[in-house]
């Protein structure tokens, strides 16, 4: 479908999409998983006594899980996996970063989990705090061979101990699935399992009981979501909404089609214990069609959205339109509203103020250009910058009290796929400004893919370091995002097409493909950049 048989471009969450041809096409030096997992393990074993390092920070990786602990100021890290283009690496190490100290721990606790990635967590308050992971995979690391578990795992944060809860009528082999506590029990929804020859997406639901420790298998009622994994799942004042997904279906031998769904479920208990589904109808100011985003709930009755990832279907390639923007929806009327920052007071101008504001250089930056121009002086106020995360898809968001912190993701620079680690937090009660805690590494420098022949004959401009990249679309609609010194077209839309695609989508007619709105949006951009 697109260059030197690139296949579904963006869509990291499913990774497995992206590696299928590579499963089939040579089986030569193919590692035992089952043999090298049962090293892991038996490494493992050997250790007895818990021990903990300062660190810096965790080593670039996706998807992994992040928790909050539920009894103290701290996140939890566990395992994900780190892909330079060749090879792939899987983790299966604990960090503990301390909100109040601003200090980075790695934990090294006996007879863990074997590494993983593209597994769940969730955290409870029991016995002095619980984290609990669920599947995932392990690639071998020639991404030749993939390794689905089913284990259920339950670490004391109390105790820095690990155990393997073995517990029968579980779900079957996968990753990719969904996690969330909900009525003192863990609810399973979704995920995928695949082989050399085939893959299989699923939609049903199990639930782990925190008390008894058993698994059931859900018999539910109504019309459900269809097979998908990398959806959003959160716990409303009404039962457990699904958001979104992602799914492929086979079109012929070797050829498949992905598709990323849009559509919302809400999964009902009544008072005798019986499930059903229902589709909700969402409202507001929708956000732009996406996969890959991250959702974490912020209230009873709200949650919030960051990031993803909107793939184009093209006849010889993919162009994926990163996001960094945040949305919240109501959980009870299902109405999505925009979560912007807030802009500063107007403050009478002074020498000091008239060089704090406007003066920030970093590229990194949005510009705020919808403030009142009138004010009592009789030059308008100049903008004002906000700091934000590049965009990206796949990030790891949870909230500890007021704060909400993002934690690393993915983004595309060509044919590079850029790991982030940087890590970041914003008071969703003040929504004034983003902090950057950890600033990204750079591991575009590290990606080993080759390049194709035409690439070589484009610019030779160094590509922009990860912790570089944004996107300046925030403020009002009707501002247009500057073009930074030295970017390329392809880099400033990369950095500016969600505002582009938001405005295009505003003035297009009702029955407008949605092809028809982005190739409009990208040419209002190159009409901006080449300035004609």
């Keep these: 479908m697109g260059k030197k048989g690139k296949k579904e471009k963006g869509r990291g969450a499913e990774k497995a999409a992206n590696k299928l041809a590579k499963k089939d096409a040579k089986n030569d030096g193919m590692e035992d998983l089952e043999a090298m997992i049962a090293e ?25 899980s992040v928790v909050a602990h539920p009894e103290k100021d701290e996140l939890i890290l566990f395992g994900g ?29 006996p007879q863990a989990p074997p590494p993983r990635c593209a597994h769940q967590a969730v955290a409870v308050s029991k016995e002095g705090g619980q984290m609990w992971i669920f599947g995932g995979e392990f690639a071998s ?6 390794y689905h578990y089913k284990d259920l795992w339950v670490l004391s944060l109390k105790d820095h101990k690990w155990e393997e809860i073995k517990a029968s009528g579980g779900p079957s082999q996968r990753s990719g699935h969904r996690m969330a506590v909900y009525k003192k029990s863990i609810f399973v929804f979704g995920g995928f399992h695949e082989s050399s020859k085939n893959f299989l997406y699923f939609n049903d639901c199990f639930t782990f009981s925190l008390t008894e420790y058993k698994w059931t298998k859900l018999t539910v009622g109504g019309n459900g979501p269809s097979p998908r994994s990398a959806c959003q799942l959160t716990v409303t004042p009404n039962g457990i909404l699904v958001v979104g997904g992602y799914s492929k279906v086979k079109l012929k031998k070797d050829l498949e089609k992905g598709s990323a769904h849009t559509d919302m479920f809400l999964l009902a208990d009544d008072i005798s214990g019986k499930f059903k589904w229902s589709q909700v109808k969402d409202s507001g100011n929708k956000p732009w069609p996406r996969s890959n985003f991250s959702l974490t709930q912020m209230a ?11 793939d184009e279907d093209l006849e010889e390639d993919i162009d994926s339109y990163f996001f960094n923007s945040l949305h919240c929806i109501d959980l009870v009327s299902y109405r999505w509203f925009n979560l912007d920052l807030r802009k500063p007071k107007v403050q009478k101008k002074n020498k000091s103020a008239e060089s704090d504001i406007g003066s920030n250089d970093d590229p990194n930056t949005a510009t705020n250009t919808d403030e009142d121009p009138t004010t009592s002086d009789s030059q308008p106020d100049k903008p004002h910058t906000f700091l934000l995360p590049c965009a990206r898809m796949n990030a790891n968001i949870v909230l500890k009290k007021n704060y909400l912190f993002v934690y690393g993701g993915v983004f595309e620079e060509k044919e590079k796929q850029v790991t982030l680690n940087d890590l970041w937090s914003i008071d969703v009660k003040k929504m004034d400004e983003w902090k950057q805690i950890v600033e990204a590494d750079d591991t575009s420098k590290d990606w080993m893919e080759e390049e194709d022949e035409e690439d070589s004959d484009e610019s030779d401009e160094e590509p922009h370091s990860s912790t570089n990249d944004t996107n300046n679309g925030e403020g009002d609609a009707k501002s247009k995002p500057c073009v930074l010194g030295g970017e390329s077209f392809d880099e400033f839309w990369a950095r500016t097409s969600e505002q582009w695609l938001e405005e295009a989508s505003s003035m297009a007619e009702e029955d407008i493909r949605a092809d028809e709105t982005r190739r409009t949006a990208k040419n209002n951009a190159k009409v901006l950049f080449f300035g004609t």
């Excluded at 780190?82 to 200090?103: A, L, M, W």
């Design 300 to 310: 009873p009755n709200r949650a919030v959205m960051f990031g993803g990832v909107c």
């Design 81 to 109: 996996e780190y892909f330079n283009g060749r090879k792939t690496f899987v983790y299966n190490d604990t960090f503990v970063y301390s909100i109040k100290k601003n200090e980075w721990t790695k934990q090294l606790i």
């Design 141 to 146: 690391p020639n991404n030749a061979q993939f």
């Design 40 to 64: 892991f393990k038996e490494i493992d074993r050997k250790r007895t006594t818990f021990n903990e390092e300062k660190s810096s920070h965790p080593s670039p990786r996706s998807n992994l």
